[in-house]
């Protein structure tokens, strides 16, 4: 199985100020057809996980830009801008790259 | 708007068999993957499977001797079941659509936890 870790666990961040998570996947996620698909995922207490970005750096509908995911190989980052009160939660990167599909063990974003 | 319930059985004694189905409305069950995912609690989030609408699955190979996904096009719903629970299955449980536009998963059902103790 793939191995996701992300970095950091937890990221006390000021309102306002930028946040980045790393993602590190144990193997490439290119896919043989050439596309990697790594996202990321926001999941609020209490509630399920929703989708933020995919293909590295797709935003889903509805998504603001301040969040940007980069990368590539192995190594991806979300950065998310101007940190707002409601993006608190934990964040996870997922790899759809190979079955078994793969989480990291997620981030939390709490404000300072 | 695409919303997926669920519901199932939240309290299981050793042994059992775990069963959750999960209903899609407002948007096609057609040409889409949908799928289980479960979270231990203090865990990470595990991928249990898979079903394609054409009927093909697949299964994580971890849990793939227990569990059965299986669906009911006429009534939009699919379903997961996994026998022989231990306390290690006790999680919170995700339904969720795979859609090939986005190669992830779009909507996620509300999470339904289920605990496994004697």
């Known amino acids: ?112 | 708007q695409v919303q997926l319930q669920q519901w199932g059985a939240g309290l299981l004694k050793p042994s059992e068999t775990l069963s959750l189905t999960c209903a899609v409305y407002g948007g096609p069950f057609r040409g889409y993957y949908w799928a289980w995912i479960r979270q231990p609690p203090g865990k990470r989030l595990e991928w249990i499977a898979e079903i394609h609408h054409s009927g093909s699955t697949t299964y994580n190979p971890s849990l793939k001797s227990r569990v059965t996904i299986s669906m009911d096009l006429s009534k939009n719903q699919f379903s997961l079941k996994l026998n022989s629970v231990t306390a290690a299955d006790t999680a919170l449980y995700y339904c969720a659509r795979g859609s090939t536009a986005v190669t992830t998963y779009d909507y996620w059902g509300q999470g339904g936890l289920v605990t496994v103790s004697s």
């Open chain 1, 1 to 112: 199985d793939i191995v996701m870790t992300q970095t950091p666990l937890s990221s006390p961040v000021t309102l306002g100020q930028e946040a980045s998570i790393s993602c590190r996947s144990s193997q490439s996620l290119v896919h043989i057809d050439g596309h990697t698909y790594l996202s990321w995922l926001h999941q609020r207490p209490g509630q399920p996980p929703r989708l933020l970005i995919y293909k590295i750096s797709n935003r889903f509908s509805g998504v603001p830009d301040r969040f940007s995911g980069s990368g590539a190989g192995t190594d991806f980052t979300l950065k998310i801008s101007r940190v707002e009160a409601d993006d608190v939660g934990v964040y996870y990167c997922m790899q759809a790259t190979q079955f078994p599909r793969t989480f990291g063990q997620g981030t939390k974003l709490e404000i300072k």
